[in-house]
């Protein structure tokens, strides 16, 4: 049953296998949220992040190489549509896998669905906070921006420092282009700031984007957000070539 499921999902072409990590990551959380009845502790967005994590390598892949097929016997030099390090988790890399071999080719089984993703951020991040209450946000005016500038310049700061002690004792996670200027501030910048759309979500599922708590957290992330897009397109223009050394 294991192999057959993996030939099939190896067999499907790009739209076909799109179609199924669509309906595997849209009904997975609504069934843990409803059907296990986690709707009464947590928002459907909480669900959907944490289904997030275990349909991912660290969860899923790791369920499929231990439990699901912990004697691998496929042979990928005998097949034609084999994934990548097929020993270690068949499933996953025949659903999510991001490199697998279909014929003599090598197809990124994740790039559609990643694509889509990225699409429904980016969208949903600009209607984000359209259904908050804006008689509520004006009158919240003086909070919102001491929130939104002294949170993100507060949590900005810690995670510099932060930033700073990555940089020096863990190499391997700078970049090509990373300085002990640029790389702190970039790693403080994507730690201050939540999330939008994430917070949007929570936001919307708890039904408190039109009470004045919920108005108000999404205007100051709104801030946070920009200030950190900002300071971001600074830093690559640095990284890239500005005058200062990177």
Not at 58 to 71: E, H, M, R, V, Y
Not at 208 to 227: E, K, N, P, W
Request: net charge positive; hydrophobic share 55%.
């Amino acid at each position: 049953m294991y192999q057959w499921l993996v030939h099939l999902l190896q067999e499907l072409k790009p739209p076909y296998i799109l179609l199924v990590q669509a309906c595997v990551i849209v009904f997975f959380p609504y069934f843990l949220w409803r059907i296990c009845r986690l709707d009464k502790l947590f928002p459907l967005g909480v669900v959907q992040i944490f289904s997030g994590v275990l349909l991912g390598p660290s969860i899923f892949g790791l369920i499929d190489a231990t439990l699901f097929n912990p004697s691998p016997h496929f042979d990928p030099s005998k097949a034609a549509n084999a994934c990548t390090n097929p020993q270690a988790r068949e499933l996953f890399n025949a659903l999510f896998g991001t490199t697998c071999y279909h014929g003599n080719a090598i197809v990124n089984r994740a790039a559609g669905i990643a694509s889509v993703a990225t699409i429904a951020v980016c969208l949903f991040g600009f209607i984000a906070g359209t259904d908050a209450d804006k008689e509520l946000i004006r009158k919240s005016g003086k909070t919102v921006l001491s929130i939104g500038f002294n949170g993100m310049l507060f949590g900005w700061g810690l995670a510099a420092v932060a930033g700073y002690f990555v940089y020096q004792w863990l190499p391997v996670a700078r970049g090509a282009n990373a300085s002990l200027l640029n790389f702190p501030i970039a790693f403080g910048l994507v730690i201050a700031v939540s999330a939008l759309p994430v917070l949007a979500l929570i936001l919307r599922g708890l039904d408190i984007t039109r009470r004045r708590m919920g108005a108000v957290a999404l205007a100051s992330a709104s801030i946070a957000d920009t200030m950190m897009w900002l300071g971001l397109g600074v830093v690559v223009a640095l990284a890239l070539g500005g005058s200062l050394p990177v």
